[in-house]
């Protein structure tokens, strides 16, 4: 079974620092995909990183599928209270099914 | 253009009673997806349903069951319900042939809780 190990599970920290989630897996993916999640809502697609070392930018978000694309990063910088939330990374398979992680519990407080 | 559509978005069940749970996909989407998110966790895939039919499915028991209609739309259906399958389901809506997921969009999810 292919899995996505995220961590930390659970960050929370002063408005203005910096902070970087990562998302890791044995198993090679065609895309990994990065969602926010509010409570009672449904996940939100930020952006999907397709190619190995590629970056992007969303912001002060910037997000990093690894070489091999087995793993990526989120870093926030300068984070603000609206960047609280639940981060999602997600694996895309070939035949379209999403492998999850667990989720990262982001709060920013002021 | 709306997006995707759930329904009902909260609901409350009785042990041992059936649920169904209503999925309207994205304009232009063929492909909707189930998943399954239990307080604190991250989505559990159930099954996934392209042309009417199952095309993959997650580790979850025969009591999970679904299915597409010729407009696309979904149905997911729990059959005997355990307190374990409270938890948020939500409906993905894509395009089968964006292998890179650029289109996938969820909805905000049907709350089910059982007593």
């Known amino acids: 079974t292919q899995l996505l190990e995220q961590s930390p599970q659970f960050l929370s920290i002063q408005e203005g620092e910096n902070l970087t989630v990562y998302c890791n897996s044995s198993?090679?993916?065609?895309?990994l995909q990065w969602y926010r999640q509010e409570p009672g809502e449904g996940p939100v697609l930020l952006v999907t990183?397709?190619?190995g070392g590629e970056v992007k930018k969303l912001k002060r978000l910037t997000f990093q599928f690894g070489d091999a694309r087995k793993d990526s990063s989120l870093h926030i910088t300068a984070a603000q209270p609206g960047d609280t939330g639940l981060y999602l990374c997600a694996g895309v398979r070939s035949n379209y099914q999403l492998i999850w992680g667990a989720g990262t519990k982001l709060i920013i407080k002021p | 253009d709306a997006g995707v559509t759930q329904s009902p978005t909260h609901l409350i069940k009785t042990r041992g009673q059936q649920v169904t749970l209503r999925c309207s996909p994205k304009s232009g989407h063929d492909t909707v997806s189930w998943y399954q998110q239990a307080l604190g966790q991250g989505p559990q895939f159930i099954f996934q349903y392209y042309e009417e039919e199952e095309r993959q499915r997650g580790n979850f028991p025969d009591r999970f069951s679904g299915h597409q209609f010729p407009n696309y739309s979904s149905e997911l259906n729990v059959n005997a319900l355990l307190l374990g399958d409270s938890a948020l389901y939500l409906c993905a809506s894509s395009f089968l042939h964006d292998d890179l997921g650029n289109t996938i969009y969820f909805g905000e999810g049907s709350w089910l809780t059982v007593v």
């Open positions: 990183v397709v190619t």
């Open positions: 198993s090679v993916f065609s895309s």
